[in-house]
């Protein structure tokens, strides 16, 4: 069987809460554990370079991809296994969504959001089935999931919308359905 690769989404901060360093650490050390390979932003800042440096110590596979305008600003993180440059912040999403297996959302602002967005809209217009893991690490996405229900509610998107994203409490649980749902296959 193929090395599995897990895309994370996050902060390029650390956000005001430590757990959500901590479960970003966690979800490094834990996609090591597994034998896995992390795919990520190839940002050395906030809890996009606290999961990989966790993954990398525990001795994971890593793979990042940055756009050139984001290298300084988020201090690429050029000691990975795989580092790519590209022009464009699409073009970011688009590499780090085709090297993944699953998506992971980890707490974070308007990047990680858009990330997610996208990922989402290709999954309900059926352009993949990739499982998606929202890590409501201490309630962080509480809002989020009202505002989908509330999307949902309101008949701009079909109920199903919501069944294309897993909740889970944090890395540990997220890395869990992961590896369920890959038995499964």
Not at 74 to 91: A, P
Request: glycine share 10%; with cysteine.
């Amino acid at each position: 069987m193929p090395v599995k690769s897990i895309c994370v989404f996050c902060g390029s901060r650390p956000g005001a809460d430590p757990a959500y360093t901590a479960d970003a650490e966690a979800m490094g050390k834990g996609i090591a554990a597994k034998g896995w390979r992390l795919v990520y932003g190839a940002g050395d800042v906030g809890l996009m370079g606290t999961v990989a440096r966790a993954a990398q110590a525990a001795g994971a596979d890593t793979f990042g991809v940055i756009p050139a305008h984001l290298v300084a600003w988020e201090v690429g993180k050029t000691d990975l296994t795989r580092y790519i440059v590209t022009e464009t912040m699409h073009e970011r999403k688009k590499v780090m969504f085709m090297n993944s297996d699953a998506l992971v959302v980890l707490p974070g602002g308007a990047g990680s959001l858009d990330e997610l967005f996208e990922v989402l809209t290709w999954r309900q217009l059926g352009l993949h089935d990739k499982p998606i893991y929202i890590v409501n690490t201490n309630g962080y996405w509480d809002p989020l999931k009202h505002l989908m229900n509330h999307v949902t509610g309101n008949g701009f998107a079909d109920e199903s919308l919501l069944d294309f994203l897993t909740w889970v409490p944090d890395s540990a649980a997220a890395l869990d359905a992961f590896a369920q749902h890959i038995e499964a296959r």
